[in-house]
């Protein structure tokens, strides 16, 4: 069974960096690809990026330049990286893993509460 | 504002069969497959559908995907009050190039 575990500081201030950690088990890393969605508090999911097993990554536009989302083959982990964080940034962050050939986000981790303020 | 729409809001009685609706434009649903989720307050979404109308194992065939032009939806048969949740839906925008959501409908259980 593909069990997908996360965690993080949950707790920045304005203009640090926000990282996370998702390390999967019971499954290949090969094929898939592994992703990150945020939900703010009392809203609607938010899709922030993605990487597959060839380190090829994907941003949504509107985080693009402060996201990082890097993989472990090693470790069978992969990592998120947002900078510059502000209080729009607070939000659960979940990370989940992609089924191929247009597939959807099938086994998710269990969400981090990540919090911005000074 | 969500680049999908749907109705905030949607509600039925056990054994009932409800339908939540999903619109979208040419960039996104009308090329492109939807998905769609099913989140219980406090815990992650749980995929429902994927690529239109494919139920992943463990689904179970009281819920179903489909697609028409630039909408789809999902509709739940034989409601039962576990199905009480938060459902989105979700599809690849080639203009934002990125993945967008619906805002998300409350579905109740009368």
């Known amino acids: 069974q593909v069990h997908l575990q996360q965690w993080g500081a949950g707790l920045l201030k304005p203009s640090g960096t926000l990282s996370l950690t998702c390390a999967v088990s019971g499954g290949s890393f090969s094929t898939y690809y592994w992703t990150w969605i945020r939900q703010p508090p009392g809203k609607g999911l938010e899709w922030i990026g993605e990487?597959?097993?060839?380190?090829?990554?994907h941003y949504n536009p509107s985080l693009k330049s402060r996201v990082t989302i890097s993989l472990d083959t090693s470790k069978s982990q992969f990592s998120l990286n947002l900078g510059s964080v502000t209080a729009a940034d607070t939000a659960v962050y979940y990370c989940?893993?992609?089924?191929?050939?247009?597939?959807?986000?099938?086994?998710w981790g269990q969400g981090t509460l990540v919090t911005v303020s000074s | 504002q969500s680049v999908l729409t749907q109705p905030p809001s949607a509600s039925g009685t056990p054994g009932q069969r409800v339908t939540i609706s999903c619109s979208g434009s040419?960039?996104?649903?009308?090329?492109?497959?939807v998905s769609w989720y099913q989140q219980v307050p406090g815990t992650a979404p749980k995929l429902l559908i994927q690529r239109n109308n494919e139920r992943p194992s463990g689904v179970p065939d009281r819920f179903s995907g489909s697609k028409s032009g630039t909408s789809a939806s999902l509709a739940i048969s034989g409601l039962r009050s576990v199905d009480e949740a938060d459902y989105y839906c979700?599809?690849?925008?080639?203009?934002?190039?990125?993945?967008?959501f619906g805002g998300g409908t409350k579905l109740t259980v009368l």
């Open positions: 990487i597959d097993d060839r380190d090829t990554t």
């Open positions: 979700a599809s690849w925008d080639d203009s934002l190039s990125c993945k967008v």
């Open positions: 989940a893993r992609r089924q191929p050939n247009w597939g959807a986000e099938d086994y």
């Open positions: 040419s960039s996104n649903i009308g090329s492109n497959y």
